[in-house]
């Protein structure tokens, strides 16, 4: 197989497939709402294409054998420095120091002008595959540490691709090194780095991609002002089934209105952000609190015992009341009411254990709010069949 590749023609499919690259991800740059890294990846791919181009050309000496030498090796590395550098953004990092991106092939040039080195072709080729595979190396970590953050599926294909991209620089270094490089392992390696220049820049696509849905996703179920998921997350997040041992509470910020008549809309905003902190705050990592709509929150306590589910609400109740939210020279006080439903038992559909909290949340309100009232079980239906409807 190796035999049968046409080496020029190699070459010349090398910088279409970096070209490629490099229009694919400004592409995908132009559309992305907040793009990251995509910048410095399309401008690694045009500087490793450009790199490639100038070596070419010096070999036909079509510019001065000095120029090309330290200039593509120059290109190549600070194209694979910008590599990672672009890959760390892609993967959801913050952005790197310039110094640190630059220092690779600042290092490289200095060296080579020192020592000129880059003259020659074995010690010039080491130096590009030694930074071309530890650069890959670095992306791949860049690329899977975010991975629990952030589980988008194309990440592993995308280290993949950049693994074996690695492996193959590495594999290549350790021929140059042991200067028993062929022209047919040349192309073979350079085909193989073709098919994965391509496949990572439809991994970049498709990563972007993912992550624009995963965001559209995650918007259409957060309350924008609070942070808390709405009502739609809530929903998604229950059991079918509610199972007994749990708890439902549906909790409503009292005479909420005065407080917006009185200090204002926006302030009115700042309470419920503070309520919904504070509550948050007093709750299990699995505990579930949601915004329903206005003023009116909704909480599910799983695997909570009856005593234990009054008490949470209490504190819930008691640490609101205590809450003092400055607003000019004056402190906000606001209360809170909550209808509290302790699920005893299977096969009561969700819509009747809050239909239950809701009436005890009114009775609340009746009895002259600041307190919580225990739900009354919903009545037991029937028939199995009627449930949900
Ligand atoms: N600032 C602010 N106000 C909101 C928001 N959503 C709903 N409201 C207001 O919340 C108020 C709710 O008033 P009501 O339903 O009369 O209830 P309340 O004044 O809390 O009285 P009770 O529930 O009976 O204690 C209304 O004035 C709404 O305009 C919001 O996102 N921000």
Redesign the pocket.
């Known amino acids: 197989m190796p035999a049968q590749l046409h080496l020029p023609t190699v070459l010349v499919l090398y910088k279409t497939a970096l070209l490629a690259g490099a229009l694919s991800t400004l592409h995908v740059r132009h559309r992305a709402v907040r793009p990251r890294g995509l910048a410095l990846l399309a401008t690694a791919f045009l500087l490793l294409a450009f790199g490639s181009a100038l070596a070419g050309m010096g070999e036909y000496e079509a510019v001065p054998y000095w120029l090309w030498t330290h200039l593509s090796l120059l290109m190549g590395t600070a194209g694979y420095a910008l590599y990672w550098a672009g890959m760390r953004g892609l993967s959801g990092r913050r952005r790197i120091r310039a110094v640190w991106v630059a220092a690779v092939p600042i290092a490289w040039l200095v060296l080579g002008l020192a020592t000129q080195f880059p003259l020659e072709n074995l010690p010039r080729a080491a130096a590009f595959h030694l930074t071309a595979a530890l650069a890959l190396v670095a992306s791949v970590w860049e690329v899977l540490r975010d991975h629990r953050r952030e589980p988008l599926p194309s990440r592993w294909p995308l280290a993949a691709l950049l693994c074996l991209s690695a492996a193959i620089y590495a594999t290549r270094l350790f021929y140059i090194v042991n200067d028993a490089a062929t022209a047919d392992g040349f192309a073979l390696a350079f085909y193989i780095q073709i098919l994965c220049h391509f496949g990572i820049a439809l991994m970049i696509a498709t990563l972007s991609k993912e992550r624009a849905e995963a965001r559209l996703e995650q918007a259409a179920q957060t309350d924008p ?1 609070t942070g808390l998921g709405n009502r739609r997350w809530f929903v998604s997040r229950l059991p079918a089934d509610l199972p007994p041992g749990s708890a439902l509470a549906l909790l ?7 407080i ?1 008549d009185r200090f204002g ?1 926006a302030a ?2 700042r309470v ?1 952000v503070e309520f919904a902190r504070n509550a948050a705050g007093q709750l299990r990592d699995y505990d579930l609190l949601a915004r329903f709509g ?2 009116e929150f909704v909480l599910y306590l799983p695997t909570v015992a009856e005593k234990e589910a009054t008490a949470v609400a209490e504190r819930l109740r008691a640490s609101t009341q205590a809450l003092q939210i400055r607003e000019g020279g004056t402190a906000i006080t606001v209360s809170v009411s909550l209808g509290l439903a302790w699920i005893d038992r299977a096969g009561t559909p969700l819509d009747d254990w809050l239909r239950a909290a809701d009436a005890a949340l009114y009775e609340a ?1 009746s009895q002259g ?1 600041n307190r919580v009232v225990r739900a009354a079980p919903p009545a037991q239906r029937s028939h199995p069949a009627s449930a949900g409807r």
């Open positions: 002002l409503d910020l009292d005479l909420f209105k005065q917006n809309h009115g905003d419920l206005g003023e309100k709010r």
